[in-house]
C-alpha cells in the first residue's frame, strides 16, 4: 500500500508560481510512475503532468507545457508540481496520485491517490 499526502496549494494571482509536494508513506515512491491530474468545479479530472518510475520520462499537458515540472526527491520520497505562470484557467484541485506499472495519462491507470489540493488562480 501506497499513502499519499498532498501539499502545497493555495490562492496566487495570475502569472504567479506554486510548488505542489505529494509525500508518500509505505513503499519507495522510485518504484512506481506517478501523475498529477487536477478537476475543476463541473469538470471531469483532468491528466496534468507524468514521470516514470526512473524519472528519466516525463509527459505533460498540452495546456501546461513549458509552464509546469515535475520533479522528484527520492531520499525524502516526494514528488514535486512546479508550476509557474500560472492562469485562472489553472484553478482546480490537485491530485497525485502512483501506478505500480509506470507513468500513464490515464486516471485509470493509477492504484494510490492522494486527497488533493487546492490551487485558486485569481485574475
Known amino acids: 500500500q501506497v499513502q499519499l499526502v498532498e501539499s502545497g496549494g493555495g490562492l496566487v494571482q495570475a502569472g504567479g508560481s506554486l510548488r505542489l509536494s505529494c509525500a508518500a508513506s509505505?513503499?519507495?515512491?522510485?518504484?512506481?510512475?506517478m501523475g498529477w491530474f487536477r478537476q475543476a468545479p463541473g469538470k471531469e479530472r483532468e491528466f496534468v503532468a507524468t514521470v516514470s518510475w526512473s524519472g528519466r520520462n516525463t509527459y505533460y499537458a498540452d495546456s501546461v507545457k513549458g509552464r509546469f515540472t515535475i520533479s522528484r526527491d527520492n531520499a525524502k520520497n516526494t514528488r514535486y508540481l512546479q508550476m509557474n505562470s500560472l492562469k485562472p484557467e489553472d484553478t482546480a484541485v490537485y491530485y497525485c496520485?502512483?501506478?505500480?506499472?509506470?507513468?500513464?495519462?490515464?486516471?485509470?491507470?493509477?492504484?494510490?491517490w492522494g486527497q488533493g489540493t487546492q490551487v485558486t488562480v485569481s485574475s
Open positions: 509505505g513503499r519507495t515512491l522510485s518504484m512506481y510512475g
Open positions: 496520485a502512483a501506478n505500480r506499472a509506470g507513468s500513464s495519462r490515464f486516471a485509470s491507470d493509477y492504484e494510490y
